[in-house]
């Protein structure tokens, strides 16, 4: 599904993948523009917008709700638990009356791979989808939130970082689209760690330096991506134990003094406390966990705008 025209134009945003550096920079740009205080209420005004959620979620759809507020579009919220599709109707189904009300916008999240697409290949001409997460493919405003965060905290030029991705890649949508855009932006190294049945067994990290050895792995790295263990995906056993993980792949502060001093410290959330990271790693100086989530907003705000804005991206 093509999510950009032939005039270079967003009409979805789909996945950060194939998407070229110039269009991630100037996301990244306005994203730090509304940021800096640029917020016109009348950029979506009369546009309606759906968060359609077939999965749970706290930020990213707080995020997007607040960010549409801010730009003036009418938010419609929509809660897979107490909607139709307890009855058996389709996403498509339910995409298409949505689109009947005249809603323009749609923020999708859905469980499988792919789904996001599938419903921007069927939407109204004019209608625009963003993709929310879906399945492990991709989460790209996750992606491009993380970008930007790397960005303030490491500056614009990426060629010397040493980016450190850790833990559950497998079943990471937020994974691959951090890598997707680390790739796009031209990050000078790119490592991965994790237990060997926790990575990817296709091309996911080709070009990465990939390793089991989480000391291993930090050393002088400028920042490190800690990821979710996503039980809820996993079909077998693969982690003997949350407390064997913790062992061998949870960020502590006596871990993180491997990596360079200035070494910043980033989650997509939910966090597992004490499973993934330490409390006194997420809480602590390097942690930019919160800007993240202030972040996000801006970079959703930045997407809206791209796709149903006044004259577009």
Do not use: W
């Not at 009947?100 to 290949?121: K, N, Y």
């Amino acid at each position: 599904m093509p999510q950009v025209d032939q005039d270079g134009r967003l009409r979805h945003l789909l996945t950060l993948d194939g998407l070229s550096p110039a269009t991630l920079t100037a996301l990244l740009d306005r994203a730090q523009a509304m940021l800096d205080g640029i917020d016109d209420r009348s950029t979506l005004e009369g546009v309606a917008v759906c968060t359609l959620f077939f999965e749970p979620s706290t930020r990213t759809r707080l995020s997007f709700q607040r960010a549409a507020q801010r730009l003036g579009a009418d938010v419609l919220g929509f809660d897979a638990s107490t909607s139709s599709t307890t009855k058996g109707e389709t996403a498509l189904d339910t995409l298409r009356n949505i689109e009947a009300m005249g809603v323009r916008g749609f923020v999708v999240r859905h469980a499988h791979d792919g789904a996001v697409a599938e419903l921007a290949a069927s939407a109204a001409p004019g209608t625009a989808l963003l993709n929310a997460g879906d399945g492990r493919s991709a989460h790209p405003t996750q992606g491009l939130l993380d970008m930007l965060t790397l960005r303030q905290a490491k500056g614009m030029d990426f060629r010397e970082l040493k980016v450190l991705i850790v833990g559950d890649v497998r079943h990471s949508r937020v994974a691959r689209s951090d890598l997707h855009a680390l790739r796009a932006l031209g990050a000078g190294e790119i490592r991965v760690c994790g237990p060997a049945a926790l990575l990817p067994e296709d091309d996911t990290l080709a070009g990465c330096i990939v390793t089991q050895d989480f000391e291993a792995a930090l050393e002088h790295v400028d920042a490190v991506m800690m990821l979710r263990l996503q039980r809820e995906r996993m079909t077998e056993g693969l982690v003997d134990s949350l407390e064997d993980y913790h062992r061998d792949y949870g960020l502590t502060p006596q871990r993180l003094r491997r990596a360079a001093p200035d070494a910043v410290v980033l989650h997509p959330g939910p966090m597992n406390r004490g499973v993934e990271i330490d409390d006194a790693v997420a809480d602590g100086p390097q942690s930019l966990i919160l800007r993240q989530v202030r972040n996000g907003v801006a970079v959703r705000m930045a997407v809206l705008e791209a796709l149903m804005g006044r004259g577009g991206s």
